[in-house]
């Protein structure tokens, strides 16, 4: 009877100190592999078992005996949440952190922002320079990017919604571009759904490229509803739109920075001083505000308007009044 209290003894104390190595062991920082490594990249594909993420883990180069950490996701009675994901662990965590980072999917995210007026060719360029992203996209053509996002033959000018985008580390900069291009849909199809039928829009193509021209030629937030009913009236009259932006998008790479009468006589698609109508495609990315005052624009006389050089507009009925603005705005600068 001795002996068998001896042992339960014996046992028991055992136990407490394997709980308290344990927690110990939980608790001490596990170190890199590389020590002159800052952190270590772990990618976890979705419905991994745990005893496989224990071993992911220590492949990514983090020290830490596999069989040991599959066993404290088994005691914890939480190893089934462990989430999928892109994580960075660097040699300071402990066991019991890393843990808590797993089930509570603390990824390792990076955020792009694609801003208003943007065009193509600068989206690219973020795209490129982005921190950790995938550059899928860039050995593409555009025609073959935009099949590769299920719209082929659709130009992706403006086809992307400018926000600030966050992504898990390694993630491709397709997955990136869907979600823009779902975002624009989104907010597309909102302000179609709200456009007076009126309005000489013939579909949310028209409309999009209708906002381009509006974030594009806006300096103050307050006068693009005013943008968008000279447009609008133009458009309505069947007079030529003649906006700056639309004609340095079609120089391209010529524009110098800076427009000469030649460039304004120098025929592209997208030259509204030659050719009546919308411009065949967005030149940008408008916003949410563009767009909604590309179906709300301003009730106004107005046909003309001018920059003041403090970012808003002056706005004119007529050529003469125009003229006059453009005299006092522009010369007097």
Do not use: C
Request: no cysteine; hydrophobic share 40%; charged share 20%.
């Amino acid at each position: 009877m001795r002996g068998l209290k001896s042992l339960l003894k014996m046992v028991i104390l055992l136990g407490f100190v394997l709980g308290l190595a344990g927690l110990a062991w939980l608790n001490l920082p596990m170190g890199l592999s590389q020590p002159e490594a800052r952190t270590a990249d772990l990618s976890i594909e979705p419905n991994t078992p745990p005893k496989a993420v224990a071993q992911l883990v220590h492949d990514a180069g983090i020290q830490v005996q596999p069989g040991w950490l599959y066993l404290w996701f088994r005691v914890s009675g939480q190893a089934r949440q462990i989430r999928a994901g892109s994580y960075e662990v660097d040699a300071s965590t402990t066991p019991w952190q890393l843990f808590n980072k797993l089930i509570r999917g603390d990824e390792s995210l990076r955020a792009l922002t694609l801003v208003e007026g943007w065009n193509w060719r600068q989206v690219r360029e973020a795209l490129a320079k982005a921190d950790a992203l995938k550059p899928e996209s860039q050995t593409l053509t555009d025609d073959a990017l935009m099949a590769r996002l299920n719209r082929p033959g659709v130009a992706p000018e403006g086809r992307f919604y400018p926000d600030t985008y966050t992504y898990s580390k390694g993630s491709s900069d397709l997955h990136l571009l869907r979600r823009a291009l779902k975002a624009m849909d989104k907010h597309l199809a909102a302000a179609w759904s709200v456009k007076p039928p009126d309005l000489p829009l013939r579909n949310p193509d028209e409309l999009l490229i209708l906002a381009s021209l509006v974030e594009k030629e806006t300096g103050k937030g307050s006068d693009r509803p005013l943008i968008s009913g000279v447009f609008i009236n133009r458009l309505n009259k069947g007079m030529l739109l003649q906006t700056d932006p639309t004609v340095i998008y079609g120089l391209g790479e010529h524009y110098a920075g800076s427009l000469h009468k030649s460039d304004l006589l120098t025929d592209t698609p997208w030259n509204t001083y030659t050719r009546v109508g919308l411009p065949p495609t967005p030149i940008a990315m408008p916003g949410k505000a563009a767009l909604m005052a590309a179906v709300n624009p301003a009730k106004t006389p107005a046909l003309y308007f001018v920059a003041r050089g403090d970012g808003s507009s002056q706005f004119s009925a007529t050529l003469e009044e125009h003229n006059r603005a453009v005299q006092h705005f522009i010369h007097h600068q």
